[in-house]
């Protein structure tokens, strides 16, 4: 069976991470970066190709991919596979080079920043690195020049110079070698260069967002501006590198489930660098506790297979019987071995890591033409239809006590969601928080246009919420005239737990029970989810609108203090955009939770 592109590209992250296309066989051809891999790999299947490419792609059977946290970190794992797995399209675009270092000399009395490809024995200085591209080395020593005018001239010219050149006229030299700048103040400048270089900045950066205050008091905005891009220039260079800069061996499992199906990604960190990633999909026939089914896929992963034992196996469940499992795996390496889901630090960003690519994997696999067409045949037995449904529309309401009411309409057909075709209905009008005459609007506008000649009628409309919301979109459809569609309500059980739900049919007096592992009930569960998801959003938009003239303006926990410093830390709103959880968190004064809603707020 040919490689499906169009389907495996619906449902692809944006996020950065590496790709591995495979051939028939399971054989790697090509290991690749990307800063959005949606929009990388969809360039393949796109457009016109070289010949080489083209051959390339002709061979391709299945595309795996990892989902890293920065480019930089994509570029280390790339780096790390091509070199392990050596695929055929990668030997003649990369060659076996050394990361490019930072070179200091301590043999001259105004030292500059150099670039060096590899360390030289006996060569009298500091080397700063690695770093994982050339272009990053050039663009810090570009942003070192701006920040600290530090020279970038050749020795020979140095020596020979009688007035100072053009870059000291665009500010980018303080001209040491007209004496412009004396030898000890030179080297202050270099000194904190390099502490920038190094990751140990934020003396520096404390002394520019004093000095971009008092630009701006003193209405200096044009100098002001410049700092302010300069300290995000700043926070972009201090941005951990975790992958690359922190020790440890360790294995990192975390399990993703929805809708019935299980993903468990296991990504092995060796010296502190991510060598890669590997997902299962086990089979939960028992039905086990996602906790208990994750300690047994670890207690086979390593017992059953014989696989290397790292120091340290993370899992983002309590495994049960940890201690039990951590003395047997230490047994079998001859050493401590450390079994917790409890982490801090960069293993706490290993995890986190671990869990997007869980999630990232298994929305792949749910939106699999496979998957999909064994669900809606499920579904087509299971209500007794003589052929399988085509397009489902599912609607749900989101509110806060009333406030900013929206109601969603989510599509699928046979190849998963159609997105083009969902919908979001303000509601106006009606009682505060009462969802049933929330619903009555939204089917009434939705089915409105159908019964007058517009739009797409579904085969089943699905109604989260039971026996209410089935009458009510009864008597909606009855009322508008428009018939020959399957009412389906999906009632939570008594415990709301998943795979326990109860199907009305058409009636509260016709019901179907299907069981947990049911292809057909994770189809619904999917759709209702998705319904769910959609109304949430647009009601947080809305909501989010409403409430705030800024940005930050409504975050619960940002006040004025809070809003002032995060803008001082970071240069201005844009910053603060783009930060990461865990830049936000070294801010003073905002704790990890703290963060985490501002970045939730923030992106959505």
Not at 99 to 125: I, N, Q
Not at 190 to 217: K, P, Y
Not at 413 to 429: A, Q, T, V, W
Request: charged letters at 30%; a positive charge.
């Amino acid at each position: 069976m040919s490689f499906d592109s169009r389907q495996f590209l619906a449902n692809l992250t944006q996020s950065p991470g590496i790709y591995r296309m495979l051939d028939e066989h399971g054989e790697t051809l090509y290991v690749g970066k990307a800063k959005r891999l949606k929009a990388r790999l969809a360039s393949y299947f796109r457009g016109a190709l070289n010949t080489k490419t083209q051959a390339m792609v002709s061979r391709i059977a299945d595309v795996q991919v990892t989902v890293t946290r920065s480019e930089i970190e994509a570029l280390l794992l790339e780096q790390t596979l091509i070199k392990e797995l050596r695929p055929p399209y990668n030997i003649l675009l990369r060659d076996d080079k050394s990361y490019p270092f930072v070179f200091v000399t301590d043999r001259h009395p105004f030292p500059a920043l150099e670039y060096k490809r590899a360390r030289r024995r006996h060569e009298g200085g500091r080397y700063l690195g690695p770093y994982p591209s050339s272009n990053a080395v050039r663009e810090s020593l570009s942003l070192m020049q701006k920040i600290f005018r530090i020279r970038n001239c050749e020795d020979s010219v140095f020596a020979h110079r009688t007035r100072p050149c053009l870059q000291y006229q665009i500010r980018r030299c303080s001209a040491p070698c007209v004496g412009y700048i004396g030898e000890a103040d030179y080297r202050r400048d270099l000194e904190h260069a390099v502490m920038c270089l190094e990751g140990r900045s934020e003396q520096v950066t404390q002394e520019l967002t004093e000095a971009m205050e008092t630009a701006s008091r003193n209405l200096a905005f044009e100098d002001a501006a410049r700092l302010r891009d300069q300290i995000q220039h700043l926070r972009q260079l201090q941005h951990r590198q975790f992958v690359d800069t922190e020790g440890g061996d360790a294995d990192v499992f975390a399990l993703a489930e929805r809708e019935g199906a299980l993903c468990i990604s296991v990504l092995a960190v060796r010296q502190g660098r991510l060598l890669g990633a590997r997902h299962q999909a086990p089979d939960n026939g028992l039905g086990l506790d996602p906790a208990e089914l994750l300690g047994e896929f670890v207690s086979q992963y390593y017992l059953g297979q014989g696989r290397e034992i790292p120091r340290e196996v993370i899992g983002s469940l309590p495994l049960p019987d940890s201690d039990i499992l951590e003395s047997a795996l230490s047994s079998r390496a001859e050493r401590r071995v450390r079994v917790t889901h409890r982490v801090r630090g960069h293993r706490s960003q290993w995890l986190e890591l671990a869990r997007t690519n869980a999630e990232q994997q298994l929305g792949s696999r749910l939106a699999s033409q496979g998957e999909l067409e064994r669900r809606f045949s499920s579904l087509q037995t299971a209500l007794e239809l003589p052929d399988p449904p085509e397009r489902l529309e599912c609607f749900d309401i989101s509110h806060s006590h009333g406030e900013a009411t929206v109601a969603s309409c989510v599509v699928f057909d046979r190849n998963g969601p159609r997105k083009s075709d969902y919908r979001r209905f303000n509601i106006e009008g009606e009682t505060a928080g009462d969802d049933y005459a929330a619903m009555r609007q939204a089917l009434t506008r939705r089915f409105r246009r159908l019964a007058e000649g517009e739009g797409i009628a579904p085969d089943i409309l699905l109604l989260d919420g039971g026996k209410g919301q089935l009458n009510l979109a009864r008597e909606v459809l009855a009322e508008l005239g428009v018939g020959n569609i399957l009412l389906l309500g999906v009632a939570k059980g008594t415990t709301r737990k998943a795979g326990l739900e109860t199907l009305f049919i058409e009636t509260i007096d016709r019901t179907l029970d299907l069981p947990a592992s049911s292809p057909g009930l994770h189809l619904i569960q999917h759709v209702r989810d998705e319904a769910h998801r959609f109304a949430i959003t647009g009601h947080r938009n809305r909501r989010d609108k409403a409430r705030r003239s800024s940005a930050l303006e409504g975050i619960a926990g940002i006040g004025p203090k809070r809003r002032r410093e995060l803008l001082r830390f970071f240069g201005g709103l844009q910053g603060v955009k783009q930060a990461s959880r865990e830049e936000l968190a070294r801010v003073p004064g905002i704790s990890d939770a703290l963060a985490e809603a501002i970045h939730r707020s923030l992106h959505g």
